[in-house]
């Protein structure tokens, strides 16, 4: 079986829903816009479904210009993106970042509606991976997540209930793997790219909220951690980045250009 690509996902706000992709152009950060937005606390810590699991029904939308947010029970936010508001030093997972303050006007609507003191910053500068000489913007640590379709089915065969994709918040699925294939590849031609796994994903307690309602439970951490524990962690797909900047399009054929070492 030939492996493809059978998703392409982004996620212009931290820890917001996730936009499907049908084609998009893999830039040295990702996926276009990808974690270019973040809110965060008044002392510049970011936040996300970690602390507020209603961040799961945030369902956002960015072109480059306009900002827009759609959530239960309120109206629309609509905004477009400033560069030169305040820049704020921020910390992505204990790491150093800077991001262009968006304003009051959107740090009351997020503050109202999650019922948190935060502000909306979006990213400048430039950070880097710590592994593999990559860059990122809000992310916490690479610019893409890849996930094999067979390893969510082959964890939703251990599972009493199956659990879909949006779970894990992969950027790219492939098909005809096999599952934890992703594991097992160095470098994958994807389409016109190129691209490198550099680091299993740990996993935590955002895999077990429900990102269409908000509610958690125990799965999948409970099941992965009796098989996927790694290096003291729960491992579910690769965090990676780009060797070869191009076209991605879902549909694409994927070639395992290296093995792991």
């Known amino acids: 079986m030939t492996a493809i690509l059978t998703e392409l996902n982004a996620y212009p706000l931290k820890s917001g829903g996730g936009t499907a992709l049908r084609t998009a152009e893999l830039t040295a950060r990702g996926l276009p816009y990808d974690r270019e937005f973040m809110l965060v606390a008044p002392s510049g810590r970011f936040l996300s479904q ?10 956002p939308s960015y072109d480059g210009e306009v900002l827009t947010v759609d959530a239960p029970g309120t109206s629309r936010f609509v905004h ?19 991001g262009v303050d968006q304003g009051d006007e959107a740090a009351a609507w997020f503050s109202a509606l ?10 400048t500068g430039r950070r880097a991976t710590s592994r593999g000489g990559g860059e990122v913007m809000f992310a916490d640590g690479y610019p893409l997540l890849v996930i094999s379709a067979e390893s969510l089915a082959d964890l939703n065969g251990r599972l009493d209930e199956p659990l879909p994709m949006n779970r894990f918040r992969p950027s790219l699925v492939i ?3 096999g599952a934890y294939a992703e594991d097992a590849v160095r470098l994958l031609r994807v389409g ?30 409970r ?10 962690g729960i491992r579910f ?5 780009p060797r070869e900047l191009g076209t991605l399009t879902v549909g694409d054929e994927v070639e395992v ?3 792991a070492g």
């Open 237 to 241: 797909g690769q965090n990676a980045v």
């Open 223 to 232: 099941t992965l951690a009796s098989y996927r524990t790694i290096d003291r």
């Open 257 to 259: 250009l290296e093995p």
């Open 175 to 177: 098909e005809g793997l």
């Open 50 to 59: 970690r602390d507020l699991a209603g961040m799961a029904l945030l369902r």
């Open 80 to 98: 477009k993106a400033v560069d030169d508001g305040e820049v704020l030093d921020v910390s992505v997972q204990r790491h150093e970042a800077r």
């Open 114 to 123: 999650l019922d948190a003191d935060c502000r909306l910053v979006r990213f």
């Open 192 to 221: 016109g790219t190129v691209i490198e796994m550099v680091k299993a994903c740990a996993r935590c307690v955002i895999t077990t909220t429900d990102q269409e309602t908000g509610e958690r439970g125990r799965e999948p951490l």
